[in-house]
């Protein structure tokens, strides 16, 4: 099998792409990247020289140049996890998203199409399409599609365009819809490592709003094997949701890592709530657990714990990318060749 990983140099791509190369060795992996802030081929570090893993620069929204790469590499699978994702990012500047999530999903979907090889395209979408939660209730796959950010609008966008190529032209595609990820190599933008990297430097931990907000959180390994469980067990058209049962508020969290890190609960600032803000999100992912035979691995305390102490053990990880340094790396690994 050979599979294309679009944003494989991502959070969880590179978690992803890890985990093909250790449960498939014998898949060759092509990683298609551009490199965006967010893309960092540090993560993939260990695999260099690995021969069944080829890091290919390049833009989904290159459709001439992905249907190269897909006949050149005969892909007869694409895992596509290449995105914006940051939802403050979406509200700062919305355009972004809409090229690389909406436009840069239907390109790669035609270059799929015509390619012609494709035995299955997985659309790796949000739990964020369905919207906002009240106080009980989880998001089934027949939950109304309710997007509330420019982030989660443009990836219900994606997710439908997905499912229309199936429809319509027959392309063989399954849809998952994941909640909160967290783990290793999580850019220190979203909750959780960035919370850790200012309570290292004992500076003011942003909570938005009351703090009361719920995500329901899954550890990212948990995550990539749904995604090979889908793209391996999943059926044509379908959709599947994919969720931890670790229902936490913000604020918990918040509360968590400090004393994890030792660090006083008076760094917690209060501060001015995210527009659009979506209150609650809780995935039932019973459909996985029966079709897919899905059940994570790692429980949210342990995992929480193990996360926090990966990024305190690895500093100069996240010291680089805070200072932009990491983007030197593909510049001297792999330009100079
Ligand atoms: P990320 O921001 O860490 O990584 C995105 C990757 O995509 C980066 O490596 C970036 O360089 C690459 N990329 C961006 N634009 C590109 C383009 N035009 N062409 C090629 N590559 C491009 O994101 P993540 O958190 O790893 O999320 C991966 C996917 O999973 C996204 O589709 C996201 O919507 C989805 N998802 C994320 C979560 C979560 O909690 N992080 C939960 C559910 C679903
Ligand atoms: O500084 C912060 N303070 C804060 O209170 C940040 C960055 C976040 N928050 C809150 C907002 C959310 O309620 O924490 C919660 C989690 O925020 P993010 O880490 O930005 O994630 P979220 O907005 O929930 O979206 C994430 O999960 C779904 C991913 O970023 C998306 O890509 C994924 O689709």
Request: charge should be neutral.
């Amino acid at each position: 099998m050979n599979v294309l990983v679009t944003g494989g140099c991502g959070f969880i791509g590179s978690n992803l792409v890890r985990y093909l190369r250790r449960t498939r060795p014998d898949w060759k992996v092509v990683n298609l990247d551009a490199l965006t802030y967010a893309g960092n081929l540090e993560n993939l570090i260990d695999l260099e020289g690995d021969p069944g893993h080829l890091f290919v620069r390049g833009d989904i929204l290159d459709q001439a140049f992905v249907e190269r790469l897909m006949r050149e590499h005969a892909i007869d699978a694409v895992m596509h996890l290449a995105a914006e994702s940051h939802v403050d990012r979406s509200i700062l500047g919305p355009e972004a998203f809409v090229q690389t999530n909406v436009l840069g999903t239907q390109r790669l979907l035609e270059a799929s199409r015509k390619h012609g090889g494709i035995r299955r395209f997985l659309m790796v979408s949000t739990d964020e399409v369905y919207g906002s939660l009240g106080p009980t209730g989880a998001f089934t796959e027949t939950s109304p599609l309710q997007p509330s950010s420019p982030y989660s609008a443009s990836k219900t966008s994606a997710d439908l365009l997905a499912l229309a190529w199936h429809h319509t032209f027959g392309l063989d595609v399954v849809v998952t819809r994941c909640s909160n990820n967290y783990g290793r190599y999580q850019f220190p933008e979203k909750l959780i490592p960035l919370m850790v990297v200012n309570a290292l430097h004992d500076k003011p931990l942003p909570v938005y709003g009351d703090g009361a907000n719920v995500r329901d959180w899954l550890h990212v390994e948990d995550h990539c094997q749904a995604l090979l469980l889908a793209l391996e067990k999943g059926r044509a058209g379908e959709v599947y949701n994919i969720g931890g049962g670790a229902e936490r508020k913000n604020i918990e969290i918040v509360k968590a890592i400090l004393a994890l890190v030792g660090k006083p609960e008076s760094l917690i600032r209060f501060v001015k709530d995210r527009p659009g803000h979506d209150r609650r999100y809780a995935i039932d992912p019973s459909k996985s657990r029966a079709e897919l035979g899905w059940t994570p691995a790692h429980t949210f305390e342990r995992g929480l714990e193990e996360t926090v102490r990966w990024y305190v053990d690895h500093r100069d990880w996240w010291q680089r990318v805070m200072s932009g340094a990491y983007r030197d790396y593909f510049d001297t690994q792999y330009r100079a060749r």
